[in-house]
């Protein structure tokens, strides 16, 4: 049985490993080979990862790959994407060619507004509370000028303070609702370090309030933290082109157009589709947003709220055909930084940035939406015509492959064979033993 540690977080990285080896692999030497190939030989490299979080003790490695082609706004890009699923790439690389000559993507970032709360309990008088909250507003703003005398240089900061009565919902439950402007910033600290110091400000200024003194009924501070849900930081993106453009896999384009509007209608129609449709989308968003250091937890979670934001799960994707033009679109809700974070910190996010030319949170917007639309489209496509598993198993193979050990003559074989037969686990597995026979 494995004893608890105390302070782990201070023995060295060698000390951590020893310390799993003896209670968790039975002092297995392979593991702890395998954890050591993976430090990098760049002792400075290696330390700025260690020191990313704590008891680090080893690298995970995931593919950086590239996708290029991308017509953005008459600009083209190719996006730097890291995600370990073998097609997302090859997919993304496909739907950038296929839009490439029908005049590429069309982005707009619709709003930027960031947003958070305190969130604080109140069962006395609500108009005393409003009463509070109009005299003491003045104090709760300027009570974050220094925080904000960067970011109001950088044209952000603070855009409102808003008290809402969330009572409905929850019985004495009231927030103060902040929306902030954060530039190119996510702003996740900036806008964390604003609600602790609105929300002190806001309960201790209440002590001297007469009206609460007299009913003995303060505000009192549950918790003051961002939200992940910015409907109002929401870019959108889009394809278009006359149906007739469309004709792919020996589909007419009127027959083609029609089969991805239906589909499309589908995932609104059914949570159950919605999810894999959306998920599909999520594929291109998350492999740039990881690419480019951002935080794809933030992403996800509002991401799926919005997907829910009418009261069911539907689809984050739409399309129309109509008088000869087809249509495909996406909103999303990002808040993404080009500063601040890991951006100025991992050699790779750097590369990638350069790689996208040095843009501003709005242009990366943009970028991550136009990633997830073209993911959607490549998705829709083949499922829509040939199904999904001929080029997802076909970009699988080499996965098989590898895992069979296969020899660099096998794998080259293996390729060859099933250029024309249809790739299984068990038809490889197959394969590889009739070539070891
Ligand atoms: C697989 O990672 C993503 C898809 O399932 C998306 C979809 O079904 O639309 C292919």
């Given amino acids: 049985m494995v004893n608890p540690v105390s302070g782990f977080h201070k023995k060295t990285k060698e000390q951590k490993i020893e310390w799993l080896a003896a209670n968790y692999l039975a002092g297995d030497s392979q593991s702890i080979t395998i954890l050591k190939k993976y430090w990098n030989s760049d002792e400075a490299l290696q330390k700025l990862h260690d020191d990313f979080i704590e008891n680090t003790i080893s690298n995970y490695y995931l593919p950086y790959g590239v996708a290029p082609n991308f017509l953005i706004n008459e600009t083209l890009y190719t996006l730097p994407m890291v995600i370990e699923e073998s097609s997302v790439v090859a997919a993304a690389s496909n739907a950038a060619k296929f839009w490439l000559n029908k005049g590429g993507f069309k982005t707009q ?154 589909a499309v209608a589908i995932a609104k129609a059914t949570p159950r589709r919605a999810v894999t449709h959306n998920k599909g989308i999520m594929n291109g968003v998350d492999a740039v947003i990881l690419a480019t250091g951002n935080d794809f937890r933030a992403v996800e979670a509002g991401v799926h709220a919005y997907a829910s934001k009418d009261g069911k799960y539907t689809s984050l994707t739409h399309a129309s055909a109509e008088n000869g033009i087809f249509k495909f679109w996406i909103e999303l809700p990002l808040a993404l930084g080009t500063v601040g974070g890991l951006t100025n910190l991992h050699p790779l996010v750097k590369f990638s940035f350069s790689l996208l030319q040095k843009p501003n949170a709005k242009q990366l917007m943009e970028i991550i939406a136009v990633a997830g639309l073209a993911q959607n489209f490549a998705a829709l496509r083949s499922l829509v015509t040939v199904g999904i598993q001929k080029g997802h198993m076909k970009m699988h193979l080499m996965n098989i492959l590898n895992g069979l050990n296969a020899s660099e003559i096998e794998k080259n074989k293996a390729i060859d064979y099933f250029k024309n037969h249809q790739v299984s686990h068990s038809a490889v597995v197959d394969f590889i033993a009739a070539q070891r026979n």
Avoid: W
């Fill in 109 to 262: 970032v619709i709003t930027t507004i960031k947003n958070g709360q305190v969130h604080f309990n109140f069962f006395g008088n609500v108009t005393d509370l409003k009463a509070y909250f109009s005299e003491i507003k003045p104090t709760l703003i300027s009570s974050i000028d220094t925080i904000q005398k960067n970011m109001k240089k950088r044209g952000g900061g603070l855009l409102d303070i808003e008290l809402i009565d969330a009572t409905e919902t929850l019985k004495g439950y009231f927030q103060l609702h902040c929306t902030f402007e954060t530039g190119d910033a996510m702003g996740a600290n900036f806008i964390n370090s604003c609600l602790e110091v609105i929300a002190s400000t806001f309960k201790n200024e209440a002590q001297s309030f007469q009206p609460f003194k007299i009913s003995e009924a303060f505000p009192e501070v549950v918790m003051s933290i961002l939200s992940n849900y910015v409907p109002e930081c929401l870019v959108r993106a889009e394809v278009s082109c006359p149906v007739s453009q469309l004709s792919v896999e020996g589909l007419d384009g009127e027959t083609f157009a029609n089969k991805i509007v239906r």
